[in-house]
């Protein structure tokens, strides 16, 4: 098909667009954020919506606009951050989900882009199950999509340093690959490597302040050796797993089948299931 960005269509092209992708829409989900002193606060949102632009060139759907918020409370001590009280960001995807749906598109699709927002996307999916509601909702977690490649053989004998993630190696280079012009590898600081301010707790233990304990500066990783090829490797692997989702959604018949024999058991549970 043609468009996919939900903004760039007409009313009628959008109507057409909804039944050529099967009612599938991607949301690519950034956040406003420090990344060291080298990468710019909208890195996650540049990174994600370029990969879900990829995405869909490969598996058409419904590009929403990206949502620049997520649950990003632990960034609140740097400047630039842009932190929603999270009951305003649940009502917010809450409510938009509600009319993505009212406007035909039933398997609506959150792409994660950021960290932070990996447990609260996963749990506000599974309160998808609280009452009946016109789509099913899937989540593509930043790891799942991101993983794959960054393990592979190949980047690994690119890489370079030694611990890579907040703002490092990897991120770097994937914003060099999209907005070279912002990033500023001298204004780079020390390499972020973690404190271990929690190190006397059992590692069982998770509590809110355990990033900044480690990461007070927001930047965990050394993106010395960041370059734009580099970016340029990681990005088509990142979009090609994203496609690969988009088409088993578009081809998931079962996910509807049993919410929908989930509920009706959810209102007569004494009947079983």
Known sequence: M????WLELTTPEFVEAVGAVCGVCLVP????????????LGTDSLVVEQV?????????????????????????????TIALRHEVYWNLLDNLCDEIA???????????????NEG??????????????????????????????LASPEWQAQMQSAFDHHGGEAETSSVMAVRPELVNLAA??????????????????????WWYADYPRHYAGDAAAATREKGQFLLPRWAAAVAAVLRAVKADEVTARLEAEFFKAAADPLAGP
Do not use: W
């Open 2 to 5: 043609g468009k996919c960005r």
């Open 29 to 40: 989900v950034g956040v406003i954020e420090k990344h060291g002193d080298h990468l710019p």
């Open 52 to 80: 879900a632009e990829d995405a869909v060139a490969e598996e058409p759907a419904l590009l929403f606009p990206t949502l620049h918020f997520s649950q990003i409370a632990e960034a609140r001590h740097v400047a630039g």
């Open 102 to 116: 009212r406007n035909g598109c039933r398997r609506i699709v959150l792409l994660n882009g950021h960290g932070g």
């Open 120 to 149: 609260f996307l996963s749990y506000f999916a599974m309160t998808r199950l609280e009452r009946i509601r016109p789509y099913s909702l899937y989540v593509i977690r930043l790891g799942d999509y991101m993983q794959p490649a």
């Open 188 to 209: 780079r600081s020390v390499p972020g490597l973690p404190r271990g301010s929690l190190a006397h707790l059992p590692r069982v233990l998770v509590n809110g302040i």
